[in-house]
């Protein structure tokens, strides 16, 4: 049994399961540095380690202009056209 851990202050945890999977990851992958301090640092390592382990995943690397507003329409319209997963880098 997976157990999914949620950071909100839920009096009574909202019960989750995790999706089906088939066994193998494939498709592409949009990182997004939010442009936080040493995000890129983050980043970088997420690449370096996916890479190896998903072989058949495409890895793209996006940048926020800036953490302080949400990404431009534009950024988040050519993330979402051209990728099936998305990790977002949090780091300071």
Same mark, same amino acid.
């Given at each position: 049994? @997976?157990?999914?851990? =949620?950071?909100?202050?839920?009096?009574?945890?909202?019960?989750?399961?995790?999706?089906?999977?088939? &066994? !193998?990851?494939? &498709?592409? $992958?949009?990182?997004?540095?939010?442009?936080?301090?040493? &995000? =890129?640092?983050?980043?970088?390592?997420?690449? =370096? $380690? $996916?890479? !190896?382990?998903?072989?058949d995943v !495409? *890895?793209?690397?996006?940048?926020?202009?800036?953490?302080?507003?949400?990404?431009?329409?534009?950024?988040?319209?050519?993330?979402?056209? @051209? @990728? =099936?997963?998305? *990790?977002e880098a949090?780091?300071?």
């Open positions: 049994m @997976n157990i999914i851990m =949620d950071p909100s202050n839920e009096h009574v945890p909202v019960e989750r399961s995790l999706a089906t999977r088939n &066994g !193998k990851i494939v &498709g592409n $992958l949009a990182l997004l540095n939010i442009s936080k301090p040493r &995000g =890129d640092v983050l980043l970088k390592r997420f690449e =370096d $380690l $996916l890479s !190896k382990r998903l072989p !495409k *890895i793209t690397c996006y940048s926020k202009p800036t953490f302080a507003k949400p990404a431009p329409e534009a950024l988040r319209k050519e993330i979402f056209e @051209n @990728n =099936d997963f998305l *990790i949090l780091a300071d």
